[in-house]
């Protein structure tokens, strides 16, 4: 896996591509010079965790034989206060799921994902206070 990073302007806006020419921007804060061109790191961050465990979650819903019509995320990061680096402290990540999906089936699917396959929560887990939540919106 290999990433490159280029910068679009003269403070802190970038484009990084990988090797298959996908790109995602990123920004600083305007409080830092930043022109609020795109999301920030850490926020990229946050994006990360909920993007993976989704990914994960369609997969075993669908091998449960689910119907998974829609998928919704949230995700809250609490930063250490008066401290540098800011490292994420608490994360919560919450899922709603729409579709003709069993309780049981979803909360299997969320623990497997959280606890099992998703890299960047697994990545994250020794440092940060990972929890997490999930509602199913059943539809026939």
Same mark, same amino acid.
């Given at each position: 896996?290999?990433i490159?990073? *280029?910068r679009?302007?003269?403070?802190?806006?970038? @484009? =990084? =591509? *990988?090797?298959?020419?996908? !790109?995602?921007?990123?920004?600083g #804060?305007?409080?830092?010079?930043?022109? *609020?061109?795109?999301m920030?790191p850490?926020?990229?961050?946050? =994006?990360?965790?909920?993007?993976? #465990?989704?990914?994960?979650?369609?997969m075993i819903?669908?091998?449960?034989r689910q119907?998974?019509?829609?998928?919704?995320? !949230?995700?809250?990061?609490?930063?250490?206060?008066?401290?540098?680096?800011?490292?994420?402290t608490?994360?919560h990540?919450?899922?709603?799921?729409?579709?003709? @999906?069993?309780?049981?089936?979803?909360?299997?699917?969320?623990?497997? =994902?959280?606890?099992?396959?998703c890299?960047?929560?697994?990545?994250?887990?020794?440092?940060? *206070? @990972? !929890?997490?939540?999930?509602?199913?919106?059943a539809?026939?």
């Amino acid at each position: 896996m290999k990433i490159e990073l *280029n910068r679009a302007d003269d403070a802190f806006h970038f @484009i =990084s =591509s *990988n090797q298959d020419g996908l !790109t995602v921007e990123s920004d600083g #804060s305007p409080a830092i010079g930043g022109g *609020n061109k795109a999301m920030r790191p850490m926020e990229m961050v946050l =994006s990360a965790v909920a993007s993976c #465990s989704s990914i994960d979650i369609v997969m075993i819903l669908k091998k449960q034989r689910q119907r998974l019509d829609d998928i919704q995320v !949230t995700v809250e990061g609490k930063r250490a206060a008066d401290q540098v680096p800011a490292v994420f402290t608490d994360i919560h990540i919450h899922f709603k799921m729409t579709g003709k @999906i069993k309780e049981k089936k979803a909360e299997q699917a969320v623990k497997m =994902s959280m606890e099992q396959y998703c890299s960047v929560s697994k990545m994250l887990e020794g440092t940060v *206070n @990972i !929890t997490h939540s999930h509602e199913v919106i059943a539809v026939d």
